[in-house]
């Protein structure tokens, strides 16, 4: 079966058979190769698991070696939404087939993004039919709060890290999520990274995959 992304796809080393699923989404300008080095890292340790790494559907317009899941060239809000909502069909298309080609279902699947895709796997986790088993982010935040607390459908588990120094998201954009999601009753852990920038230290590689191991 051919995917609606181009992706890289990796195996647990132990696989006797595929449970669990984790998507990972890349970050603005990024693509598959660059967020499969996180699989890379956790698959030793995950049996069973099947990790998709899909490039975004868009090349960046501001770095056209990578891919973005939307634009931000315009500063609009309105066109960013409307850019956020065709990535998620394309997206929500990708994971059915996902789901039909490995046999799984949305709780055995985990969304994990960095920046632009932990963005995306926060409205995933919402606006789905079915809650997945938990949504991992990485210096993220909520797109557009308005705009997502309408169309929240599930209540998807979510994991977030955020470096207190991060100079392209701003760092209170994690506890603005924290605040969004919990008053939606939402379960969340929120992780502030001391001294880290718009990237993602090992430390919060090991918190991740600890949670992972604890939840499948």
Request: aromatic share 8%; hydrophobic share 40%.
């Amino acid at each position: 079966m051919e995917f609606a992304l181009n992706s890289k796809i990796i195996e647990s080393e132990k696989r006797d058979k595929i449970n669990n699923a984790i998507i990972l989404l890349h970050g603005y300008g990024g693509d598959g190769s660059d967020i499969s080095s996180i699989a890379y890292t956790w698959k030793r340790f995950i049996n069973n698991t099947i990790f998709l790494c899909p490039d975004g559907h868009q090349v960046c317009k501001l770095n056209p070696n990578g891919y973005q899941w939307f634009d931000l060239s315009i500063d609009d809000q309105d066109y960013v939404i409307a850019e956020v909502k065709k990535a998620e069909k394309i997206l929500i298309e990708y994971i059915e087939q996902i789901k039909k080609k490995y046999e799984l279902n949305n709780s055995q699947i985990i969304l994990a993004g960095f920046s632009q895709g932990c963005m995306m796997s926060i409205n995933l986790g919402l606006i789905c039919n079915q809650s997945f088993k938990s949504v991992i982010g990485f210096s993220g935040k909520i797109i557009d709060k308005n705009d997502l607390q309408d169309r929240i459908v599930s209540k998807t588990n979510m994991l977030l890290f955020h470096g207190d120094a991060d100079e392209v998201v701003p760092p209170s954009s994690l506890l603005e999520a924290k605040d969004f999601l919990e008053r939606n009753k939402i379960k969340v852990e929120v992780n502030m990274l001391k001294n880290c920038g718009h990237h993602i230290p090992i430390e919060a590689l090991s918190s991740a995959l600890k949670y992972i191991k604890k939840i499948i």
